[in-house]
Each structure stands twice: as C-alpha cells, then as structure tokens.
T-cell receptor
Framework: AQSVTQLDSQVPVFEEAPVELRCNYS??????LFWYVQYPNQGLQLLLK??????LVKGINGFEAEFNKSQTSFHLRKPSVHISDTAEYFC?????????????FGTGTRLKVLA | NAGVTQTPKFQVLKTGQSMTLQCAQD?????MSWYRQDPGMGLRLIHY???????DQGEVPNGYNVSRSTTEDFPLRLLSAAPSQTSVYFC???????????FGEGSRLTVL
C-alpha cells in the first residue's frame, strides 16, 4: 500500500520569502499526486495535481510542484509567500487497487507566514 | 452548484449514543468517501464507495457504517459513539475526468 510522508509538521517563514514543503511517497509505480490546502475551519481545496506529462506543475495562488519519479518526491514551492498563505498543506497520492481508487494523505504541514 | 454538503457542522454526543453524518453531492460523482482528521495524523480514510450499492472499507472503518442507496447521498453512521471518535469528519467526492477530490466543509463531532 502507498504511504505519503510530509516530514515537516510546521514551517515558519517570513513574508515575501520563498518556501518549499516536502512530500515523499512510497511507490515508484504510476501515480497521481495532489497538493491540497486547508484554511482554518474550512474543508480542503485543491492547489495543484500531477496526472501525467510535464513534471513541473503550476497551481493556484502562485504555487508549483515538481514530480521527481526517481526520488519519489512531489515538493511544493512558492517563490514569495504572503500572510494569506498561512494554512495547512496536505500532499496526497491516488492508489489504484483492483480497479478501485483510494486517496492516501500525508499528515500535513502547517505553514505560518510571519510579518 | 452546492458541491459537497455535510450536515451537521457541529455535534456533541454522549458515549453510546448513535448518530448519522449526512453527505450529499450534486455533481453526479460516482466516487464518494469519508475521512476523519485528527491532529498530527492528517486525513484517514474510513469508508468509500465507487457507486450506488457499492461500499468498501478504508484504513479506519471500525465503529462506522455506510450505505449508498443513491448517487447523491453517502451517510456515515456511528452506532455506539466512543470518545475515540471525537474528530472532524470530511466527506469527499471525485470527478470522473480530473481525478481530484472535492471536499465538504467538515463536521466536528465531540463524544463525551
């Protein structure tokens, strides 16, 4: 079974600085990868996804992620963060088993942007 | 479009009580699922369904029942609530072409 590792539980960063949130998954077979954001007391919203094609994926709010098959990673980056980016970020992988799908989530990274 | 709608948003139960968390989607999605979110543990899959009449267990199914009689609705039942079921519950459905999950706003359950 797939697993998703987000090593950093919390990441503080100053406003306008760059940030990278790390995500590693367990299998090198064909996967679909996702990053979701959760603002306080809200549900999860999709930031970006990798299904196939270009390994550099651009999402909403200036975020991007790079799929690295050899390192089984899908790190999320933003060149300049804003206070409004303060939220929790979840990496997820879609696993296909016997023709059905399961989505496996990491434990989340809490991004805190400091003024 | 309402998307994925969960009710209630908040609920307090006593140990041993039963209740149903409702989830409805208006996007005609075949795939629906329930997750629980606990601090430091991310989202864990409870049950999922790939279509009406078909359900299956996720990684933490004990203490929960589901059914899927229609495409639109996927209720989650707690037959005898326990304090360990205190959590935030999310329902999500999946679009057929984009592969992404669409989430409801969550239901916060406290079991005393």
């Amino acid at each position: 079974a797939q697993s998703v590792t987000q090593l950093d539980s919390q990441v503080p960063v100053f406003e306008e600085a760059p940030v990278e949130l790390r995500c590693n998954y367990s299998s090198s077979v064909s996967v679909y990868l996702f990053w979701y954001v959760q603002y306080p007391n809200q549900g999860l919203q999709l930031l970006l996804k990798y299904l196939s094609g270009s390994t550099l994926v651009k999402g909403i709010n200036g975020f991007e992620a790079e799929f690295n098959k050899s390192q089984t990673s899908f790190h999320l980056r933003k060149p300049s963060v804003h206070i409004s980016d303060t939220a929790e970020y979840f990496c997820a992988v879609r696993e296909t088993t016997s023709g059905t799908y399961k989505y496996i989530f990491g434990t989340g990274t809490r991004l805190k942007v400091l003024a | 479009n309402a998307g994925v709608t969960q009710t209630p948003k908040f609920q307090v139960l006593k140990t041993g009580q039963s209740m149903t968390l409702q989830c409805a989607q208006d996007m005609n999605h075949e795939y629906m699922s329930w997750y629980r979110q606990d601090p430091g543990m991310g989202l864990r899959l409870i049950h999922y369904s790939v279509g009406a009449g078909i359900t299956d267990q996720g990684e933490v199914p004990n203490g929960y029942n589901v059914s899927r009689s229609t495409t639109e609705d996927f209720p989650l039942r707690l037959l005898s609530a326990a304090p360990s079921q205190t959590s935030v519950y999310f329902c999500a459905s999946r679009g057929p072409n984009t592969g992404e999950l669409f989430f409801g706003e969550g239901s916060r359950l406290t079991v005393l």
